[in-house]
């Protein structure tokens, strides 16, 4: 009897076929590793959710010659259930400056019976949400639903992955919803810069605009990160995609869920990891690890006696490699706490203990409070803000403590006036009436015609002033 034997490369193996016998029925690696691929996708894309935000956005120096200009932006991107009770992560660059966000999320109905395959249907629903709050640093956001039972999905431990590792990109590339990308892991911890803050999971999964925010999950449907960037000279993915750590964001999750805000450590010192040139330059006792390059003059840790070119060794008894590292165990300062520092000076071993402060990350940015319906004063192209006891407290006015609006921003498109207003500005009269309310201000400006001499007093820096101009 003649044998035959038939190779393929996709069969488990070798199958011997004997002459006018049917082949018999092997199962397809391929196709067992494209049920797979189904499966998690079936798993995941519930969970996924579609970001939609209408607002305005403070313009930055490439954008506008001059500080505190908002324009009304509309952007859209991507986002993950991270609790059944409606918690949804996605960048802060997605809902930046935003007076409305909606989530549309797809829920599949089950099979049709007569369609052909008995294939399930998608439908949307779209929601309102909340901004929890948001952390620019980081790129991160958390929103909140009104809804319950929702599909969520799993923040694995980003420490754990490896360069190489499969991973799959889930999102709303340009706009196209329910959209799934395979990649690897091209690296685990990508910095831009030796001390940038932040680090990121690099993939080769495609990312293009409108991923921001969608989840990045291992081969279990876990979310390993959260698509913040691409690096690309064609606008459109060319391989190098960037994700935020899941581990990082789950810290910020618990800080915004608690606060809406996130906290962040200081000792009073400036950082830098340790170059070779360095170390040579400034005869560093060792040619690895984090110098102090600048010490406060009024801070704790001049008190307690780190000075310029100290080798910071290890702190709370881990070793320090990267300023990194450094900064995140100052990341969540308890209140009242301090750290332990070993320190190198020449050849002599230091220890101190020095008070943790919170970082003032305070940015004169107000944009993201107003909305155009309720702030905008369009004869004036401000947006002005009443100065709640909470707002007030935020900026401190020195000059009054009560009475005044805050311009939280100028109107991108608002008239051009010989002298203009500038974000923080706190505006206390117009034409010696004093302003105490943006309800106030608007029957100020209704009295006003066009070409009238305007005369306003503010404060600007705890410096009073006048803004003069004539009305358009």
Request: hydrophobic residues 40%.
């Amino acid at each position: 009897m003649r044998i035959a034997l038939v190779l393929t490369t996709l069969a488990v193996g070798v199958v011997p076929v004997i002459a006018g016998q049917s082949l018999p029925t092997v199962p397809s690696r391929l196709s067992a590793l494209s049920a797979e691929f189904r499966q998690l996708a079936r798993k995941v894309n519930p969970a996924v959710v579609r970001v939609s935000s209408i607002g305005y956005r403070q313009l930055d120096e490439e954008e506008s010659d001059e500080p505190g200009v908002a324009s009304r932006q509309q952007s859209s991107g991507a986002g993950v259930v991270i609790s059944p009770d409606g918690y949804i992560v996605t960048n802060a660059h997605v809902v930046l400056g935003a007076q409305k966000v909606q989530v549309t999320l797809l829920a599949r109905s089950a099979a049709v019976p007569g369609r052909p395959g008995g294939a399930e249907t998608v439908r949307r629903k779209t929601l309102r949400a909340d901004l929890v709050g948001l952390d620019m640093e980081t790129d991160v956001a958390l929103l909140k639903v009104a809804e319950k039972g929702l599909p969520a999905l799993k923040l694995a431990n980003s420490d754990a992955v490896e360069q190489g590792q499969i991973v799959f990109a889930f999102g709303s590339p340009l706009g196209l919803d329910n959209s799934v990308s395979m990649g690897v892991v091209s690296s685990t911890a990508r910095q831009f810069k030796p001390d940038d803050p932040m680090v990121y999971l690099q993939t080769d999964a495609s990312i293009n605009p409108g991923n921001s925010g969608g989840p990045v999950v291992d081969s279990d449907g876990d979310v390993v990160g959260i698509s913040t960037l691409i690096l690309s000279q064609s606008g459109g993915s060319e391989g190098l995609g960037f994700a935020v750590p899941s581990n990082v964001v789950n810290n910020v999750v618990e800080q915004l869920r608690e606060t809406g805000r996130v906290v962040r450590g200081e000792i009073g010192i400036v950082v830098q990891t340790i170059s070779p040139a360095l170390a040579v330059g400034w005869k560093l006792p060792r040619d690895w690890g984090v110098v102090v390059a600048d010490v406060d003059p009024e801070s704790e840790a001049a008190r307690t006696g780190l000075k310029v070119a100290d080798v910071i060794q290890s702190l709370n008894g881990r070793l320090v490699d990267t300023s990194r590292q450094f900064d995140l165990g100052l990341y969540r300062p308890a209140r009242g706490g301090s750290v332990r520092l070993e320190v190198l000076r020449g050849g002599e071993h230091l220890n101190f203990n020095v008070p943790v402060r919170e970082r003032n990350d305070e940015e004169r940015n107000f944009s993201d409070l107003a909305s155009r319906e309720e702030n905008l004063i369009p004869e004036l192209g401000i947006f002005a803000i009443d100065l709640s006891d909470s707002l007030r407290a935020r900026i401190a006015p020195e000059r009054h403590d009560h009475g005044g609006v805050l311009v939280a921003a100028r109107e991108a498109d608002g008239p051009a006036l010989d002298d203009n207003f500038q974000s923080g500005d706190v505006l206390y009269a117009l034409n010696r009436e004093t302003v105490k309310s943006v309800a106030a201000l608007r029957l100020l400006v209704k009295k006003l015609k066009p070409g009238d001499a305007i005369a306003a007093q503010v404060e600007r820096q705890g410096k009073l002033r006048f803004v003069s101009f004539e009305l358009p």
